[in-house]
């Protein structure tokens, strides 16, 4: 089956410490999103990519950085820098990279806790 | 810059009656979409039903239908015959270009 596979579903490092949350898609989509939900909140955006090899800032994305080497893939790396990094991430993905009507397609996500 | 809206924090309603869960948007876009998404407590993100603005009649996605008032930039879920399976969060979202952009989310409990 096609979908979103993001991996480790739960994740615990120690403040000071760069953390990489994988995200791996198999449904050919071009466009892939990272998102990052706080508790009984919506979701904000952090990074987004049109296109392997590009990527745009979305909303939020101070102390994080992505890469989008390959279409299937699209790791976040939260740094030492953000500084509040405990929250749920989602990554998604969709079909089309420059259509406003393509819907996003989620993982599961995964809950970093930084202590 | 896009806005979303959801003024209604938690809702709860008894199974098999309507609810109506509010949105309103703000953007300078001439066409978008207009997305309603359900997180149940899995997490796991769901579509439930989208609006394309042009478009002057309303979605529907068998219980599940929109009322879109484009004037108004509004865009709220009717919920028919609520099922116990409908508790979740929902999220109302607006896409103008490459960005899609979320409300703060309602959390809807249905009761048995």
């Known amino acids: 089956d096609g979908g979103i596979t993001q991996s480790p579903k739960y994740l615990f490092r120690k403040e000071g410490q760069n953390v990489t949350l994988s995200c791996e898609q198999n449904?050919?989509?071009?466009?892939m999103y990272w998102y990052r939900q706080d508790p009984g909140q919506g979701l904000r955006l952090i990074y987004y990519?049109?296109?392997?090899?590009?990527?745009q800032k979305g909303d939020i994305a101070e102390g994080y950085s992505v890469s989008r080497e390959k279409k299937e893939s699209f790791p976040l790396t939260v740094t030492s820098a953000q500084k509040n990094p405990t929250a749920f991430y989602l990554c998604?993905?969709?079909?089309?990279?420059?259509?406003?009507?393509?819907?996003?397609?989620f993982g599961n996500g995964t809950r970093l806790t930084v202590t | 810059a896009q806005t979303v809206t959801q003024s209604q924090p938690e809702m709860s309603v008894q199974e098999a009656e309507t609810v109506t869960l509010s949105c309103t948007y703000d953007?300078?876009?001439?066409?978008?979409?207009l997305f309603w998404y359900k997180q149940p407590p899995s997490r796991q993100m769901i579509l439930v039903i989208r609006?394309?603005?042009?478009?002057?009649q309303n979605a529907t996605e068998n219980r599940f239908s929109v009322n879109f008032q484009k004037a108004a930039k509004s865009f709220s879920l009717k919920i028919s015959d609520s099922q116990l399976g409908d508790t979740a969060m929902y999220f109302c979202?607006?896409?103008?270009?490459?960005?899609?952009?979320f409300g703060g989310g309602t959390r809807l409990m249905v009761k048995p």
């Open positions: 998604a993905s969709s079909r089309n990279r420059n259509s406003y009507n393509s819907p996003l397609h």
């Open positions: 449904l050919n989509h071009d466009a």
């Open positions: 990519s049109q296109i392997v090899n590009d990527f």
């Open positions: 953007t300078s876009e001439n066409n978008y979409y």
């Open positions: 609006q394309e603005a042009y478009k002057q």
């Open positions: 979202a607006s896409n103008a270009g490459n960005m899609l952009t």
